[in-house]
């Protein structure tokens, strides 16, 4: 029992050297690497009947299958308080609920304003900019030319422009 324990020792000293700088490229630092040397001679040497039988592949193989374990561990880590407060502390890009019922107030305002439109301004309005379909086409739908689409969509979005800043923001409106 005794010159098989002092052959696996024999045989994982003679390997040490290289299969710590091996583990500690791996595990990223000479601590983890030695860590894991330390581990990977507690598996070789609990199985010596079977490591005696290829000793140096044996060991290597263990030495490869703990660099590969380590290195699933690192990439589902828990993340540190730090790192937690840092996510905490990134700003919020949504809107506020503030924010979105300022628009949907303002939107709704909007909707009134096209309501008091011509209807063949605000049909041709909407087939340019909500439905975006070519000028050209619309001026067939509408038996006008492409220049009078073009200023209908001026017009339409300059008299919108004006009623919407007529009344101020819609915010006004709410706390009216």
């Known amino acids: 029992m005794k010159s098989r324990d002092d052959k696996l020792a024999l045989i994982f000293m003679r390997e040490r050297a290289g299969l710590s700088r091996y583990l500690s490229a791996r595990a990223g630092s000479s601590e983890d690497g030695e860590d894991l040397a330390q581990e990977a001679w507690i598996r070789f040497s609990r199985n010596g009947a079977q490591a005696l039988k290829a000793p140096v592949p044996y060991l290597r193989r263990i030495v490869r299958n703990l660099a590969i374990d380590q290195g699933r561990a690192s990439s589902r880590r828990r993340l540190t308080p730090l790192e937690i407060e840092d996510l905490l502390a990134l700003p919020d890009d949504s809107p506020s609920p503030e924010e979105t019922l300022n628009a949907k107030s303002e939107l709704l305002r909007l909707i009134d304003i096209m309501a ?29 030319s492409t220049r009078t689409v073009e200023l209908e969509i001026r017009a339409a979005i300059e008299y919108c422009s004006r009623r919407l800043s007529e009344n101020g923001p819609a915010t006004d409106k709410i706390k009216r």
């Open 116 to 144: 008091e439109m011509p209807e063949r301004r605000r049909a041709i309005l909407v087939a340019a900019r909500l439905d975006e379909k070519p000028h050209r086409e619309i001026a067939e739908a509408h038996g006008v």
